[in-house]
Every structure is written in C-alpha cells, then in structure tokens.
Nanobody
Framework: QAQLVESGGGLVQPGGSLRLSCAAS????????IGWFRQAPGKERQGVSC????????NYADSVKGRFTISRDNAKNTVYLQMNSLKPEDTAVYYC??????????????WGQGTQVTVSS
C-alpha cells in the first residue's frame, strides 16, 4: 500500500526548531516531487514548500522563506522540512504530499495523515 507518513511534530516554544520527516512506504520517492502543506484551525490549506524529484529545485511560501528548509534523502525514501525560528502562526497540521511529476505541481497524488506542530510559550 502506498503511504506517506509524517513525523517530527510536537510542541515547541517560539524561536525554536523542529524537523519534520515524510517517509514513503509502498513506493519510491525518487521520481516524485514532494510538497509540504499546512492547515491551521479554521484556515484553508496552505502550501509551505516543495522540492523537485532530484532535489535540485525548491520553493517556499513567503511566510516561511529564510526560516524553513526542505530537503530529501532518496536513499532513505524520506523528505524533510527543517523549521527554524518558529512562530505561533506556524501552528498547524503539516502534511506532505507526492506528485508523480518531477517538478513541484499544483496538485498532488498522495498525501500523508499529517503531524501537529504547535508553537506556543
């Protein structure tokens, strides 16, 4: 069964850091671009970052640019989102998603279950 599983979420103080992981099972991520999304209560889902299948291209939402870094380790079939200088407004459920396209896309084919990130003092 093809699945994406996010992990690494939790409670962190403002200014702190978390690293989220997106691990694939049942398929290989090598040929997929991966996006990270988040959804806060009462808000629409927002694109956070994405990375091409090769890792050669990345994109970031303006709200996280300079603070978040997306990376991938295809050997581990895993994509990461390093989140630094976290702010309360970063609080959301974070999802990873895979598209069969090599480059970042508007629509994705596979989604994880999400991991909660809470930034609070």
């Amino acid at each position: 069964q093809a699945q994406l599983v996010e992990s690494g979420g939790g409670l962190v103080q403002p200014g702190g850091s978390l690293r989220l992981s997106c691990a694939a099972s049942g398929f290989t991520l090598d040929y997929y671009a991966i996006g990270w999304f988040r959804q806060a209560p009462g808000k629409e889902r927002q694109g956070v970052s994405c990375i091409s299948s090769s890792g050669g291209s990345t994109n970031y939402a303006d709200s996280v640019k300079g603070r978040f870094t997306i990376s991938r380790d295809n050997a581990k079939n895993t994509v990461y989102l390093q989140m630094n200088s976290l702010k309360p407004e970063d609080t959301a459920v974070y999802y990873c998603a895979a598209t069969v396209q090599a480059m970042c896309a508007n629509e994705y084919d596979y989604w994880g279950q999400g991991t909660q990130v809470t930034v609070s003092s």
